[in-house]
């Protein structure tokens, strides 16, 4: 879909579909006010007898009214003004996106321009309502033998009416394509199911993604080598799999030549593309879901994307952890004990905290070999987080007071929230081991804290951040699919470090 923005003007435009705002008690916004001067009173009058009471989220289309300029005119509610916030917004546009998608349009206008949310300045909304229109159109059909054939809107035109925002919207809107790109591959990535999506299937589109761009380098470790660098804990989980667990490293270079040694940030992602749980077996019901264990390397896929499409001068380095967690009668037993690639040991007790043993040594393997300045990791780490947070907010560990607040303050940016937990201290001795340095879980509390607690024993002395998607990384149900979060998140991070 291709964005363009327009002035006030084009309002008079011959054109497919318009969609203008309309409160209750038949408020018109100006952009209604000019089409009901067009029809001579006649959209008054349609209003008053057809009982829409513009909520927001409803819609009312209108075809052909005489002396309009469009073919269809979309009446979109917006609720009382004085309750018009971002969650508003996100409802309005929502609901316009559906109601062309159902008249099948090809193109469309959005004259949204009177609606300023009282939580965002008129930028942030604009940025939001774009990236929300580019998102509408997403599906995921592939695996459809028979796909139902839906017209795409091709062309969304929106009517600027402040002109002095003209640049700097232009300017968002390439961002909100570019942050866009990097969502959509996470999500097509992110719902794979786990036959097709296997570490070395992800490692593919890695190397695909590398090819796309001069900025990018891919490489690939197999099993040997890790065995020889001696990445026990990663090997502990991969071991009861058919699949060869990989980790996937990619490069990209954006800073100046001049910084071409130096990596700013690395970003490590969980890349379990199935989680049983092992010999510690998860029950049967919404087992299917764990195909989105692999969210958090999606993820950095998605973030190395939209660091292509926009050129971002840093330098980020990106590691996917990708392992198939599975019983087998090669399969890690509780109760083992295995050396990590930091010399550390842990004593497995649950084979299903899998995560945390292919990220400890992802994350040594990645300071060892980048020294990046500020390292993160993302990944569906903990059913914990998902009781502590729900499906909103993803949970963000730290010891950095400044990068968590950088972390916050981008999720608040991106319309991508992330909030701060405890971590460390006290937590530590929860995963207190008699045979080992420690053990894999902690008990039946805190459980989202313990594992984050268990990876900051491989992070001491580095910038380090930690953020547990779990319950953000996809929708469950009936209708499940991955969401593409954090990517705006971390791109939104990304993009002001280059400011710094
Ligand atoms: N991938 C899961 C976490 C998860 C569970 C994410 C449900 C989203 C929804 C992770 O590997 C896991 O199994 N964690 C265990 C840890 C426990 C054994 C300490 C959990 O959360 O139950
Ligand atoms: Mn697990
Ligand atoms: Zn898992």
Redesign the pocket.
């Known amino acids: 879909m291709h964005l363009h923005l327009k002035p006030v003007s084009f309002l008079s435009e011959k054109q497919s579909a318009l969609v203008v705002t309309v409160g209750p008690e038949l408020q018109m916004d100006s952009a209604a006010e000019r089409m009901n001067e067009f029809s001579d009173g006649a959209l008054l009058r349609i209003l008053q007898d057809s009982g829409f009471e513009g909520k927001a989220g409803q819609t009312l289309p209108l075809y052909t009214l005489p002396g309009l300029p469009c073919e269809w005119l979309i009446l979109a509610g917006r609720g009382p003004s004085h309750e018009f916030r971002r969650s508003t917004l996100i409802k309005v546009i929502q609901a316009s996106c559906t109601a062309l998608k159902d008249l099948k349009r090809r193109s469309a206008t959005l004259a949204l321009f009177d609606l300023c949310p009282a939580d965002l300045n008129p930028l942030e909304a604009f940025t939001l309502s774009a990236r929300l229109t580019l998102e509408s159109s997403y599906q995921f059909l592939e695996w459809k033998s028979k796909p139902t054939p839906s017209v795409a809107l091709h062309d969304l035109h929106f009517i600027i009416s402040d002109k002095s925002l003209m640049t700097s919207c232009k300017q968002a809107l390439d961002w909100a394509q570019a942050v866009t790109a990097g969502v959509t591959l996470c999500r097509n990535v992110g719902n794979q199911p786990a036959n097709r999506c296997t570490p070395s299937w992800l490692a593919e589109q890695a190397l695909l993604l590398g090819k796309s761009s001069k900025k990018l380098k891919v490489k690939v470790l197999g099993e040997a080598q890790l065995e020889k660098l001696g990445a026990g804990a990663f090997l502990a989980v991969t071991r009861g799999s058919e699949e060869e667990g990989k980790l996937i490293l990619l490069e990209y270079r954006g800073a100046a030549a001049a910084r071409s040694k130096s990596v700013d940030v690395a970003l490590v992602g969980k890349g379990?593309t199935f989680?049983s749980?092992g010999i510690?077996i998860?029950p049967a019901a919404s087992m299917d879901?764990?195909k989105f264990?692999m969210c958090g390397a999606a993820t950095v896929l998605g973030v190395m994307q939209t660091l292509i499409r926009a050129e971002l001068p840093v330098n980020v380095v990106g590691v996917l952890a990708c392992a198939e967690?599975m019983p087998s009668g090669k399969a890690t037993r509780p109760g083992d004990i295995v050396t990590t690639l930091s010399g550390k040991t842990v004593e497995i007790l649950?084979t299903?905290?899998?995560?945390r043993l292919v990220l400890c040594d992802a994350l040594t393997y990645t300071l060892q070999h980048y020294q990046p300045e500020k390292i993160i990791d993302i990944a569906?780490?903990?059913?914990?987080c998902?009781v502590a947070l729900g499906k909103v907010t993803t949970g963000l560990f730290s010891d950095d007071d400044l990068l968590a607040e950088e972390l916050t303050e981008a999720g608040r940016l991106a319309q991508d929230p992330a909030w701060r937990l405890p971590l460390g201290g006290d937590y530590q001795e929860l995963l207190d081991s008699p045979c080992a340095d420690m053990a894999n879980?902690?008990g039946p509390t805190a459980?989202a804290i313990t594992?984050a607690s268990f990876l900051s024993r491989f992070t001491e002395g580095s910038r380090w951040a930690h953020l547990d998607i779990?319950?953000t990384a996809w929708i469950s149900g009936a209708k499940k699919t991955a969401t593409g979060r954090p990517v705006p998140l971390l791109t939104e991070f990304l993009k002001r470090q280059t400011h710094a």
């Open positions: 379990i989680d749980g510690s998860k879901e764990m264990d967690n649950n299903d905290a899998e995560g569906t780490l903990t059913g914990a998902v879980i902690g459980g594992a779990a319950g």
